[in-house]
């Protein structure tokens, strides 16, 4: 008989999983109509971040059966898939916010940052390196968002900038731990607020536009 461990992190992370997946569908579809980057980009940041719950939720779930190598292999996809997640959405940003050779040198910048952490993440597995590599492109995503608020009141800054600061809520909730219930722990927590910062991020790709 299969035993599930941590279902209910398998649960929450299947839902966010399912969620972005669906928000991201949207996003290019729009992106697609009105033929817009920034929004085509952000939706597959939100392609990219369904896949690394899924991968992540199944990774919880289900080593017993896994074996070794499967782990290692479906532990790899997930981290891979949050840095595919942190760079599209980044270049989505970028593309909202600057232009010409500019906006072409920091997209390939952020390019070679998601090469060299896969690089990295290649022969290393601490989930510490992810947080090093994805919250630095929240905190220029915000910065990059405050600014198109600040010079052009750029409707989709709220939003995101507030999606962002949610995001950080839930990595604060998962760093210490916060757990309301034995049995609903600090990661299943971290995913129901990731949950409603994914939300938030949505309403704000879709008042993207290409700069």
């Known amino acids: 008989m299969m035993t599930v461990t941590e279902p209910m992190t398998v649960a929450t992370d299947y839902l966010l999983g399912l969620l972005t997946v669906c928000l991201g569908g949207l996003l290019l579809r729009q992106g697609h109509h009105d033929r ?11 392609l990219a971040t369904g896949l690394a719950a899924w991968a992540g939720g199944t990774f919880h779930g289900f080593q017993e059966i896994l074996g070794p190598v499967g782990r290692v292999f479906l532990w790899k996809g997930t981290v ?20 010409g050779k500019t906006r072409r040198w ?51 800054a709220p939003w995101i900038a507030a999606g962002i600061l949610v995001s950080v809520l839930a990595a604060v909730i998962q760093a210490a731990r916060l757990a309301p219930h034995p049995q609903f722990n600090h990661n299943d927590l971290y ?21």
Not at 36 to 46: E, N
Not at 88 to 98: E, Y
Not at 107 to 122: I, N, Q, S, Y
């Open 106 to 156: 920091l997209v390939l910048a952020a390019l070679v940052k998601l090469l060299g952490f896969m690089g990295w993440m290649a022969v290393h597995d601490e989930f510490r390196y992810v947080i090093y590599d994805y919250a630095p492109a929240l905190v220029i995503i915000l910065g990059l968002q405050i600014w198109c608020w600040l010079q052009f009141r750029s409707p989709a």
């Open 80 to 99: 891979f898939a949050v840095g595919l997640a942190g760079f599209f959405l980044l270049a989505g940003a970028l593309w909202n916010s600057v232009s």
């Open 191 to 211: 995913h129901v607020v990731q949950m409603a910062a994914f939300v938030l991020l949505y309403r704000g790709g879709r008042l993207l536009r290409d700069r």
């Open 36 to 46: 817009c980057r920034s929004i085509m980009l952000w939706g597959r940041g939100f």
